[in-house]
């Protein structure tokens, strides 16, 4: 999928302020529309170099799949996400309990011996920010 995304580095405790905020998927919606760019799927969020301590720094890249002619002296902005292998479940809920769902997915990773690629990625398919009880997230773990 092709997608426009945003790069920066974050700590898990730094994602509670991310997510409600708002700013970074805001600022990515404001490019489709000034590109007149069709968004063609969910926003996701991708995890790399996270390991479960609330403190360690890793890179989180937000991103919208879009269709469209892409400009190229954007192109630092956009790249091709492939499709990979993962263990995927749906999560409803405030965002606060979904460590727990990740403890559970890993519990059977770890049970049925399946191998990490470190591939970590959210797919926020509602957002309630008032409401929090009705988010609805994807939560997708590589596969090798």
Known sequence: MTVLYSSRQARL?????????????RELYRYVADLDLL??????WF???VDG???TRFTLEVALPVQGKIPTALLPYFKQIPAFR??????EGPWEGIGQRYEQMM????ENQLKLSGIYAESFLHID????DNHITEIQIGLC
């Open 86 to 91: 993962c263990l995927s479940s749906r999560y």
């Open 39 to 44: 968004v063609c799927g969910p926003q996701y």
């Open 107 to 110: 519990q059977y990773i770890k």
């Open 13 to 25: 405790k730094d994602l509670p302020g991310l997510s409600q905020s708002g700013t970074i998927a």
């Open 129 to 132: 920010i008032d409401h929090p």
């Open 47 to 49: 995890y790399y170099g």
């Open 53 to 55: 301590n609330p403190d």
